[in-house]
């Protein structure tokens, strides 16, 4: 899943946001549905009384967590929407327990706490002074609104019980969140930014619909299987850990020794919310 940061950085270069969004979603579509078609033919009746929470889920998890980091990413750095995104799992967790009555532990929230840590000592560097001086733009609000929709499509894709297999659940969902950004395309396309399709486009869109795509969208499903929404809601601060890993290998950057302490107290947080 940390892969959509590779996309995020690289990828807009060469495709408009809204744009790798909708391609992403829509190519993920096409590659499973010769392997699904004839399954979802028979499922129809399933899926007649599910598509509206597809529809939902699609929005949420494709439209929403699709599009909104990549729009973020035009007018906040990189800092910034790292510290907002790490908010998600609290939203999981807040929501879970309030709607869902979902049980809280004091080591849950140790966990939690350590992770936070963590996270924050990547990145402002292990500098305090870079944390009061960070600046908050509109991009900001794109990526708070990003990390509640990742919140509230994990807590239903984990409480929306469905009759469909996995698969062809999470192919719908992609169906339908290409659907829910469809229109926001074709605005991106007529009044803002048309879209070249280039080598680099078809490489990006392939890539974002393949890695943070269909194998880490099926996974973190799977996950959820076995450990419930909050649980896999901190899978996210892993995700930071794994970020500065592709910065080092493919973006040059260094990793010092804030990343060490960083990684040691998310893996410990993460540790300490599994524990029972």
Request: hydrophobic share 55%; glycine share 8%; charged share 15%.
């Amino acid at each position: 899943m940390a892969s959509n940061l590779v996309v995020a950085r690289g990828g807009v270069e060469f495709v408009p946001p809204i744009a790798l969004a909708f391609w992403r979603w829509t190519v993920v579509f096409i590659i499973l549905l010769p392997f699904i078609y004839f399954s979802l033919k028979k499922n129809s009746k399933i899926i007649k009384n599910e598509y509206k929470k597809l529809f939902f889920l699609g929005a949420m998890g494709c439209g929403v967590c699709g599009a909104f980091p990549f729009l973020a990413g035009q007018t906040t750095t990189v800092a910034n929407m790292g510290i907002i995104y790490t908010s998600s799992p609290i939203f999981i967790i807040l929501i879970s327990s309030i709607f869902f009555r979902e049980k809280i532990n004091f080591i849950k929230i140790i966990g939690l706490t350590s992770c936070l840590i963590g996270v924050f000592s990547i990145i402002i560097k292990g500098d305090l002074n870079l944390l009061i001086s960070l600046k908050f733009t509109i991009g900001d609000l794109w990526m708070l609104a990003s990390a509640i929709g990742w919140a509230l499509y994990s807590i239903y894709l984990f409480y929306w019980k469905t009759k469909l297999p996995i698969i062809q659940r999470f192919a719908l969902i992609a169906f339908f969140g290409a659907v829910s950004l469809f229109p926001f395309y074709i605005i991106e396309e007529f009044m803002f930014q048309k879209t070249t399709f280039s080598s680099e486009f078809f490489s990006w869109v392939i890539f974002a619909a393949v890695s943070p795509g269909i194998i880490a969208f099926l996974l973190y499903a799977k996950t959820q299987e076995k450990l419930g929404a909050s649980l896999t809601g901190f899978t996210l601060y892993i995700f930071t850990v794994y970020a500065a890993i592709y910065g080092f290998l493919l973006f040059d950057e260094k990793l010092e020794i804030y990343h060490y302490i960083g990684t040691i107290l998310v893996f410990f947080g993460v540790y300490l919310a599994k524990k029972k």
